[in-house]
């Protein structure tokens, strides 16, 4: 899979958009971009994934560029509840089969009141 | 049932006991896995089952003992463990091909 690079840490004001960057320029054809958050001391907690296009659920919108190198994610209007480690993750398609996932450093990101 | 139960929730154990971590869902999810958190470390993949079959072990030591009785549970027992396997253990489930993993809340272990 390839390796994605984030931010260590980031803030953003409640009330506010979260825009959480993450690059991959190793990515190939068949890998799809995963991100998935750990608040505290829980298991993590899925959020988005996209191949090509740009998505977008009732948690998060995922932009991903034209040339797939790079990544963002948007959380519309942040609350404290949001602060947590955000992982941007590149898995390739696997089929039939399961495949685990190679989580990096991630980005912490703090909410500020 | 959208949620991934893992028993017990903290484990405090000695370097000569065995013990066991369960792992239960109920979604129809024929792929399951343990993931080791070392604290302020993220998760790092132990074992995939799928279709209760063994398909990935990441070289994790032979004191981890893996088993998939059914569809629905997973366990991880335990035997000789050092000190520094103290860590969450995390279970998580997905339908089998690109899905999202769903994962538990963990299992704290503490060995003394």
């Known amino acids: 899979d390839a390796k994605t690079t984030q931010p260590t840490s980031m803030d953003c004001a409640e009330g506010r958009a979260a825009n959480l960057p993450c690059n991959h320029s190793?990515?190939?054809?068949?890998?799809?971009v995963y991100w998935y958050r750990q608040i505290h001391s829980q298991g993590p907690q899925y959020i988005i994934h996209?191949?090509?296009n740009n998505e977008t659920n009732e948690m998060a919108s995922l932009i991903i560029t034209e040339d797939r190198k790079s990544s963002t994610l948007i959380l519309p209007h942040a609350t404290l509840r949001d602060t947590a480690v955000y992982y941007c993750?590149?898995?390739?398609?696997?089929?039939?089969?399961?495949?685990?996932?190679?989580f990096g450093k991630g980005t912490h990101l703090i909410i500020q009141p | 049932d959208t949620e991934v139960t893992q028993t017990p929730k903290h484990l405090v154990m000695g370097m000569t006991n065995k013990k066991s971590l369960k792992c239960e869902q109920h979604?129809?999810?024929?792929?399951m896995y343990w993931y080791k958190q070392k604290a302020k470390k993220p998760p790092e993949l132990m074992f995939v089952?799928?279709?209760?079959?063994?398909?990935i072990n990441e070289s994790v030591p032979s004191r981890f003992s893996p088993e998939c009785p059914n569809s629905s549970l997973l366990n991880l027992h335990l035997h000789a463990l050092q000190p520094e396997d103290s860590a969450l253990y995390l279970c998580?489930?997905?339908?089998?091909?690109?899905?999202?993993?769903?994962f538990g809340p963990g299992t704290r272990l503490t060995v003394l």
């Open positions: 979604m129809g999810h024929r792929a």
């Open positions: 190793t990515i190939s054809g068949n890998e799809y």
């Open positions: 993750i590149v898995r390739a398609y696997s089929g039939g089969g399961a495949d685990g996932l190679t």
């Open positions: 089952y799928s279709y209760e079959k063994l398909s």
């Open positions: 996209g191949l090509k």
């Open positions: 998580a489930s997905s339908l089998t091909g690109v899905h999202e993993q769903f």
